[in-house]
Structure formats: C-alpha cells, structure tokens
C-alpha cells in the first residue's frame, strides 16, 4: 500500500499516515523497555544499571544507521514526489551499499574497541562484566537495525508506515516473550534480555526484508541499477552524511551525558537508566510525527506544492503542541507510579532522583516536540545542515550544563536534569528564526 501525501486534507493526512509511525516506534521502544523491567524486577539494581547504560551506547551506534535511513528515506520522498521511477530505483541501490558498508564497519569497530568504550563511559566496577556480556551478544543485532531502518525508510518514503508497524509488532511481542523466557525460566541473567532482544531483531529486519522485495514494485528490475551512479551516491551521501551526523551528534551528546551520569554512582545510574526509557516513550509520539511531517514535506517538496508545504507547517506546529501538552501532564502527575513500573517501591533513592528527572523534562515536551518537527522540515527541503546546527545547539547546550551545573554542591546531578529542556528551547528559537529569516522554501 502506497499513499501520495501531496493530495486530500493536510491534518487527516499527516495524522493517517504518522500512527502507524508512532504505533511502530512504541512498540519499539518495548525491545529495550522490556529487558529493563523484567532485568530490573528480577535481577536488580545492578543489572538494571548494567543494560540502562548498554542501551545509552547501542543507541548512540544504531543512530548512525538511523541517521543514514533518514536522510536517504528523504531522497526516496522527493523522487517518489517527482514520480521519476529511475531516479528512486538509482536512490535505492546507492542508499542500500552505503548503509550496508557503515553496518559493516561498525560491527568491526565496536567489536574491537568494547573495553575502551566502557572506559570513557565510566562504568563502574561492579557492573562492568555485566554490561560487557550484555554489549557482546546485542553488538550481533547491528545487521538487523540496518535491514529494518533501510526497508522501513523505503516503505515510508512511498507513503506506506503500516508495514514496518506490522513487523515491529511481531516482533515486540516476542521479544517480551523470549524475555520472559531466557531471563526467569532459563537463568540466563542480563545474557537471556540481550539474546531476546536480538532475535527479535532479527525477525523485523528479515522481514520487512523479504515483504519489500516481494511487494515493492520498485524492485522490478532492479538489478541493472545495483552499480550505482556517481552522482546519485553524492547526492545520497550528502544527505544521509549530514542527517547521520545530525543523528550521531545528538546520541554523542547524550552519551556523554550518561558518563557524567555514571560519575554519581549505582543508584543515580539505575534511576537513570528507568526514567530515560519513561522519558524516550513519552516522546516518541512526537518524534515520530517530526518524521511523519519530513516525508511529508519531502513528496511535496519533489512535487513543487510549496504552498501546501506553509499551510503543513501551521497545521503540523499545532497538532505537535497540543499532543505534547497531553503528555506533559501524564508524566509530570504520574512520575512516581510510572518509576515503579521498573523500580521497586523499597528503592527510594532511585524512585526519588528518577521522579525528579520526569517532572523536569515532562513539563517541557512542547520544545522537543517543535525541535523535531524543525529536524524534519529542514531535511526535506535538502537543508540538512541546519537540522544538523539545531541539533549542535541542543545539545552543546544540555552537555556544557549538564557539566557546569553538577559541579556546582547546591545542584549537583538536578543540574543535568535542567540542561535538557534549556538546550530545546534555544534550538527551537534558532530552527524558527532562521524559517522567518528564509521566507521561503
């Protein structure tokens, strides 16, 4: 099923075609929620910091791949807007080779260099050969993100987001299952989670594989475009390089973020590690309605319907703020119920310091939500250099707080809760200058 996003009702349009794309990254988000709850009910604090913080670094690596999806899932929007069939064809072996080369050199890389990035995270040790066990056995899943990012990126750009929502699916449910299997019935410990999570992977990644072959009629004949062109490979290259350093830099930040976070210890850790997965499921919704709106914007881009692209930005700005209201106000007066989802109530330092995070950045999810609609915008327009600067704002700005305010004994760790929403709210007064500054598209 393909939908051209240049026709019908601007609101009835984006909202159609972001809930799948917001059902299929909840559903996501449940791979990693999943072995956080049944790790942290059962096999403790310590566990519970171990996979928190390996889900900090294995976010950081997939986002280079994400990132290269994204910026080529835009170039597949805009020739698909164009209706230029060879072009998409030329766009899909290219985005395919390059994406497929960074996955291989990232399995290699991260392979090689585990220790010394457990190092620069700082990781404690008494957690460090749980977490090293858990890092061996997801770095395998690496193939899988790429197979599901490329082929969903693809399935979008032509207007189909229910497919990957099927696969994900399919795939959450079992890897909840396969948690609860290896963890308590197997004993496998923080192995068993990080086993789960890969096989399930891999179930998405193959197949959303095979349906798109099978299904896209894009893939006819494709093969006599599988040497790729050297202009379309700079024109993918160009985009999917800037967005995947977009992507990167935001992880990088965060990253550092968790090292600093680790300096405060186990419990701070732990409490850490429940509340960025509250945090990255609230926020998902809007997040991917940013990603909605960018393919949006790109089919109309390609189509030369700049006008309905203005009148998408009004329509988009306002659905974003009033969903991002609605979630601010679960998490801010829900904090501490939703906490106990992973934590366990004796645990009152960790309840105490992950409610305090929540309430912080609950309150202000309208400035994340207009950062990523402002991502999306300007990576469909083919300025994916200032979806990059947004991104150097935010978070420059979160990680020199962050740094700043917890040195300071009367802040302490409250100080990195602060940097983030002060980092959104410069990049969002930056991504809305620059557009009236622009004039146009």
């Not at 501490?336 to 309430?359: C, D, H, K, Q, W």
Request: aromatic share 14%; net charge positive.
């Amino acid at each position: 099923m393909q939908k051209d996003l240049t026709q019908g009702s601007i609101t009835k349009t984006l909202l159609l075609f972001a809930m799948p794309m917001i059902a299929g990254d909840l559903l996501q988000q449940f791979y990693n929620i999943a072995d956080t709850l049944i790790v942290g009910r059962f096999l403790g604090a310590e566990a519970l910091a171990a996979v928190g913080s390996s889900y900090t670094l294995m976010t950081f690596l997939t986002s280079i791949l994400l990132g290269l999806s994204m910026g080529s899932g835009a170039v597949f929007s805009i020739h698909y807007g164009e209706k230029n069939e060879e072009k998409l064809k030329e766009s899909m072996a290219a985005a395919f080779w390059l994406i497929f080369a960074v996955a291989l050199a990232l399995n290699i890389f991260v392979f090689l260099c585990i220790h010394p990035i457990m190092s620069f995270l700082q990781v404690p040790e008494e957690i460090y050969d749980m977490m090293q066990e858990y890092l061996w056995i997801v770095f395998w899943g690496i193939f899988a993100s790429f197979l599901y990012n490329y082929f969903a990126s693809l399935l979008r750009a032509v207007g189909n987001s229910v497919v990957p929502l099927v696969f994900l699916a399919i795939s959450a449910v079992l890897n909840i299952i396969l948690d609860l299997w290896f963890v308590l019935g197997l004993k496998w410990g923080v192995a068993g989670a990080a086993v789960a999570t890969v096989f399930s992977q891999y179930v998405a990644g193959l197949g959303i594989f095979f349906y798109s072959g099978i299904k896209l009629p894009y893939f006819r004949g494709i093969g006599k475009y599988m040497r790729p062109k050297w202009e379309m490979m700079k024109e993918i290259g160009q985009f999917s390089f800037l967005t995947c350093l977009q992507q990167s830099v935001m992880n990088l930040g965060i990253l550092m973020v968790q090292g600093l976070v680790n300096s405060f210890g186990t419990v701070i850790m732990a409490a850490f590690a429940a509340a960025v997965k509250i945090d990255s499921f609230a926020y998902m919704p809007v997040q991917d309605f940013g990603n909605a709106f960018s393919t949006f914007v790109a089919q109309n881009y390609g189509a030369g319907r700049i006008d309905r692209i203005k009148k998408g930005i009004k329509k988009a700005v306002s659905l974003s703020v009033g969903f991002s209201l609605c979630i601010s106000a679960v998490v801010f007066f829900f904090a501490r119920p939703l906490m106990t989802i992973f934590v366990n109530a004796e645990e009152t330092a960790i309840l105490s310091a992950g409610v305090e995070y929540l309430r912080i950045e609950g309150a202000f999810y309208c400035g994340i939500g207009c950062l990523f609609l402002l991502y999306g915008y300007y990576r469909a327009v083919k300025k994916p250099g200032m979806s990059l600067i947004l991104t150097v704002i935010s978070l420059g700005t979160r990680v020199v707080l962050a740094y700043v305010l917890s040195a300071i004994p009367q802040i302490g760790v409250t100080g990195i809760w602060w940097s983030v929403p002060v980092g959104w709210g410069l990049a969002d007064l930056a991504g809305f200058l620059y557009y009236k500054r622009l004039g146009k598209v």
